[in-house]
């Protein structure tokens, strides 16, 4: 079962589900790059691939190229982001202990 705030599903309902239905209830989890154009690279992975001639998968490789790397460097910020985050409310946390136990000291003399 996947189970978030958001996301509550079963791993059996959700292999039945579309693509477009996956993606929604996957939201929370993705880019929102990927999330917003999710259409459009699904039908150019997999129907555009078995359907257009080889100078045309050429010519959208780069666009695809592209939008994965925007849904990399997206994924990656978000991840940096928590990890900025995570660091500075230990530092927060440590600097709030180090502040009690120094006017506990300075109270006590």
């Keep these: ?45 997999s129907i555009g691939i078995h359907l257009l001639s080889e100078e045309d998968c050429e010519q959208m490789f780069s666009v695809l190229k592209t939008a994965i790397l925007i849904i990399f460097k997206e994924k990656q910020a978000d991840i ?13 946390n440590n600097f709030g202990t180090y502040i009690s136990a120094k006017s506990k000291s300075e109270e006590l003399e």
């Design 1 to 45: 079962m996947l189970k978030n705030n958001d996301v509550q599903i079963s791993k059996k309902d959700f292999t039945k589900l579309g693509v477009d239905q996956k993606v929604k209830q996957l939201k929370s989890f993705l880019p929102s790059f990927l999330t917003d154009n999710s259409k459009n690279i699904y039908k150019l992975l």
């Design 80 to 92: 940096k982001e928590q990890e900025l985050k995570i660091r500075t409310n230990k530092d927060l």
